[in-house]
């Protein structure tokens, strides 16, 4: 159980073009999901909380202009990179934390994003 | 603020034990959680510790002691495929739901 997907699992767009990312719940409902970038051989930076239903919680420092979330229902979260630069270019993780539980998150397997 | 740290590598040989430490700082604490990363995947959880003590999972055992601000995960019996990168995160009790996670550290076992 506990299943995040994301799609897709790899894209190269064009610099200027946007990019959708999509992260699902498969088996479970998720009232909150979590946007992370990751460049290589660094950790996890968490970009956005994004709630269902309600206007996403974006951290310090990134443009929620540019990163566009939305979170429809309770099994999808949306990922919109608007107007991508080549210093886009970064792993994006989503992750789950299902509704009414405590414990951990679980982490879709990633979308690298590859802006040319 | 939040300030984790954890050392960046460690190398070990198979068979053998790790001990892979985070200390953090953090104003308010509820729940430190330590995940495992292969190079180009997702993370996937490994434990969750919010009381002090030690958790044991098989292999895998976590340590906390929220006193001292420490935490450590011991990977025993090391295998090849256990060779990844290892997040220490912690759950500050005034974020919700959001972890802020520590550098990583890169654990490479050798035969």
């Known amino acids: 159980g506990a299943v995040v997907s994301q799609h897709p699992s790899w894209v190269i767009c064009k610099s200027g073009t946007s990019v959708k990312i999509e992260c699902r719940s498969l088996?479970?409902?998720?009232?909150?999901m979590f946007w992370y970038r990751q460049f290589p051989k660094q950790s996890l930076m968490l970009m956005a909380t994004?709630?269902?239903?309600?206007?996403?919680?974006?951290e310090q420092g990134v443009e929620k202009d540019k990163f566009l979330i939305n979170h429809a229902s309770l099994t999808l979260s949306t990922l919109t990179v608007t107007s991508a630069h080549p210093e886009d270019s970064s792993f994006y993780i989503c992750?789950?934390?299902?509704?009414?539980?405590?414990?951990?998150?679980?982490f879709g397997p990633g979308t690298r994003l590859t802006v040319t | 603020g939040q300030n984790i740290d954890q050392p960046t590598e460690m190398t070990a040989t198979e068979g053998a034990i790790v001990q892979i430490n985070c200390t953090y700082q953090?104003?308010?604490?509820?729940?430190l959680f330590w995940y495992q990363q292969h190079a180009g995947e997702a993370p996937t959880f490994l434990s969750y510790?919010?009381?002090?003590g030690l958790e044991e999972k098989g292999r895998f055992s976590s340590f906390l002691s929220r006193s001292k601000g420490y935490s450590y995960l011991l990977l025993k019996e090391l295998q090849m495929k256990d060779s990844a990168s290892y997040l220490c995160?912690?759950?500050?009790?005034?974020?919700?739901?959001?972890?802020?996670f520590g550098g990583g550290t890169r654990v490479l076992v050798k035969p």
């Open positions: 953090t104003s308010g604490f509820n729940g």
């Open positions: 992750s789950a934390r299902p509704t009414g539980a405590l414990g951990e998150q679980y």
């Open positions: 510790n919010v009381l002090d």
């Open positions: 994004s709630n269902e239903g309600s206007k996403a919680t974006y």
């Open positions: 088996d479970f409902q998720a009232t909150t």
């Open positions: 995160a912690v759950r500050p009790r005034a974020a919700g739901n959001k972890l802020t």
